[in-house]
């Protein structure tokens, strides 16, 4: 996860910053909303992680209902 999390985060948005640093121009007038793709790309990566990590570890035995409390 923190290897999706650099890879579709933290290293787009520095590329773009040296881009700009370097040529003062954005990064997204050429290659369009890269940041929102790799970002939406990363949630996808990091729900299907805890989804898979959460399953797994929570059986359907152990789940207990719950109770309903009325208050008179």
Sequence with gaps: MIISTVCLDFVPNV?????QSVTQMNLLDFIGPYTLVCGTLNVTICSG???R???TSISPNTVTPAAVVTVA
């Design 15 to 19: 590329i773009g910053q040296i881009f």
């Design 49 to 51: 992680i805890y989804y």
């Design 53 to 55: 990590a959460l399953k």
